[in-house]
Every structure is written in C-alpha cells, then in structure tokens.
C-alpha cells in the first residue's frame, strides 16, 4: 500500500486520465447513443474486465523491473512522466469531434455483444498494456516490501475508477448530452481543465527527487 500522500495524488492523476478521452470512452459512448444507457453500462462493464488482463500483466512485469534494475526503474519513470505531460498537452489542445448516432433499443443479445466487444478491444489495444508500464512506477515505493501489492491495489483501483467513469459517461449521453446541442463546449473545457492538470501532474513527477 502506497503511503498516504502518493495514493492522494494517484488517485487525483487517475481521475483526470479516466475523464480525458479516449479509445475506451469513445467506445462508451457510442453505444450510449446508439443503443442506450444499459448498452453504455454494459461498455464499461466489458472495458473493466479486459483491464484486469493488463493489471495482472503489469504486475508481473513491473515486479521483475523494479527489483532487478533501479535505473531501468527511473528510466520507466521519468518515460511516465513525459507521457502524462503529453497526453495532457494533446488533451488541452485537442478539439471534440462530432457524434451523432441515432439511438435504438438493445437487448440482452446485444448488450452481451458489448460487453464482449469492450473487453476484447481493451485486451488488444497495446496502449493500454504501455499505459500500466508507464503510469503505475510512478506512485510506486520501490524501496518497499510489498511491491508487488502496491502495483496490484494502484491497478485495481484505476481500473475501478475507470470503470465508474465510463458508466457515468454512459448514463450521461445517453439521457443528457445527446440532446444538448453545445456538448462540444462543454467537452471543449473538460479537456483544458483534464490537460492542465496532467501536464502538472507529469512534471512534478519529473521534478521529484
């Protein structure tokens, strides 16, 4: 278990990154819009259980790293933390695309269909494998004796938070924001705010000793 200060800042890092958009939200909201809130729910519940692949992945991995090579260590870290600085800075700049999807009523065939579809298209999607390698080091002691089980509660707890992001997002567009026509602007703020945050984020980490 991370000490106090670094789970703080965890989990304030995680929340800004499950709310910046991506692959998998774009997903949720797709079939928010397309099919309704359950499909949307469903979505996130398929993302959340392809995310345990990369979690348990990463714990085997990181493990290994980390006890072997304190410098191979450092390099993933200082490598996160420029990866956190450059998705805040694509997510301050990026403009929202336009989603219009004509809405239809699932049903348990399709809503099983989504879930399938999420959990294998975050199993597949390498980003997310280089996401775990390159975030988790960086609220990790690896001065401690229980590595392995920090990296397993930081991943598990990601992967919750995400999980409960992405039904909100799925019950948002679906009742709300697919029918407010300036979404964009709204969308537009969110990813400022989420990209100021990350890029600061990024260079503390850097900066730490």
């Given at each position: 278990?991370?000490?106090f200060?670094?789970?703080?800042?965890?989990?304030?890092a995680?929340?800004?990154l499950?709310i910046?958009?991506?692959?998998?939200?774009?997903?949720?909201i797709?079939r928010?819009?397309?099919?309704?809130t359950?499909?949307?729910i469903?979505?996130?519940f398929?993302?959340?259980?392809?995310?345990f692949?990369?979690?348990?992945?990463?714990?085997?991995?990181?493990?290994?790293?980390i006890?072997?090579?304190?410098?191979?260590?450092?390099?993933?870290?200082?490598?996160?933390?420029?990866y956190?600085?450059?998705?805040g800075?694509?997510?301050?700049i990026?403009?929202?695309?336009?989603?219009?999807?004509?809405?239809?009523?699932?049903?348990?065939?399709?809503?099983?269909?989504?879930?399938?579809?999420?959990a294998?298209?975050?199993?597949?999607?390498?980003?997310?494998?280089?996401?775990?390698?390159?975030?988790?080091?960086?609220?990790?002691?690896?001065?401690?004796?229980?590595?392995t089980?920090?990296?397993?509660?930081?991943?598990?707890?990601?992967?919750?938070?995400?999980?409960?992001?992405?039904i909100?997002?799925?019950?948002?567009?679906?009742?709300?924001?697919?029918?407010?026509?300036?979404?964009?602007?709204?969308?537009?703020?969110?990813?400022?705010?989420?990209?100021?945050?990350?890029?600061?984020?990024?260079?503390?980490?850097?900066?730490?000793?």
């Amino acid at each position: 278990m991370p000490d106090f200060q670094q789970f703080t800042l965890f989990v304030l890092a995680a929340l800004m990154l499950n709310i910046t958009p991506g692959n998998d939200m774009v997903f949720v909201i797709s079939r928010s819009l397309s099919y309704g809130t359950k499909a949307g729910i469903f979505a996130a519940f398929g993302i959340g259980l392809g995310c345990f692949v990369h979690i348990f992945a990463s714990v085997v991995g990181l493990s290994v790293i980390i006890r072997q090579s304190e410098i191979l260590f450092n390099i993933i870290r200082y490598a996160g933390a420029a990866y956190l600085i450059y998705i805040g800075f694509r997510s301050f700049i990026e403009k929202p695309s336009t989603m219009i999807f004509s809405q239809n009523k699932s049903d348990t065939k399709t809503n099983l269909k989504t879930l399938q579809q999420g959990a294998i298209t975050n199993v597949l999607n390498p980003k997310v494998s280089l996401f775990f390698l390159a975030f988790l080091p960086q609220f990790i002691n690896n001065h401690s004796a229980d590595i392995t089980n920090q990296i397993l509660f930081l991943g598990l707890w990601f992967n919750f938070s995400g999980t409960v992001v992405n039904i909100l997002i799925a019950l948002l567009f679906s009742k709300i924001v697919a029918k407010l026509s300036n979404f964009q602007q709204f969308w537009k703020i969110q990813n400022k705010i989420s990209g100021a945050v990350l890029i600061g984020l990024g260079l503390q980490i850097a900066l730490k000793n």
